[in-house]
């Protein structure tokens, strides 16, 4: 599966960490059928527990500073597609 450069993978969260909505894109991305299928789980769900971590104290951080991380550079491992570089920004709505 090939994901172009506007295939973003979109998402919302709550507080503690779980998607609230995701983009179509990113529900492919995590070998799902429907961003539905992904409501209501974290991270954990689908990363490896380090990877897992490091983004929910990312989160925690911008919640924390409300300060906006942008096009910070992370290393994924999605699980229907593989490793690949992203460039991650985080925001506190």
Same mark, same amino acid.
């Given at each position: 599966?090939? @994901?172009?450069?506007?295939?973003?993978?979109?998402? @919302? =969260?709550?507080?503690?960490?779980?998607?609230?909505?995701?983009? =179509?894109?990113?529900?492919?991305?995590?070998?799902?059928?429907?961003?539905?299928?992904?409501?209501?789980k974290s991270d954990a769900d689908f990363y490896p527990p380090e990877f897992a971590a490091k983004t929910r104290a990312d989160e925690a951080e911008v919640m924390r500073t409300g300060k906006t991380l942008v096009g910070e550079p992370e290393r994924i491992h999605w699980p229907a597609n593989g490793l690949a570089w992203v460039a991650t920004t985080k925001v506190l709505l």
């Open positions: 599966m090939e @994901f172009l450069p506007d295939d973003r993978a979109i998402f @919302f =969260k709550a507080t503690e960490g779980r998607f609230t909505q995701v983009s =179509k894109s990113l529900a492919t991305r995590f070998g799902c059928q429907s961003p539905d299928e992904v409501i209501g």
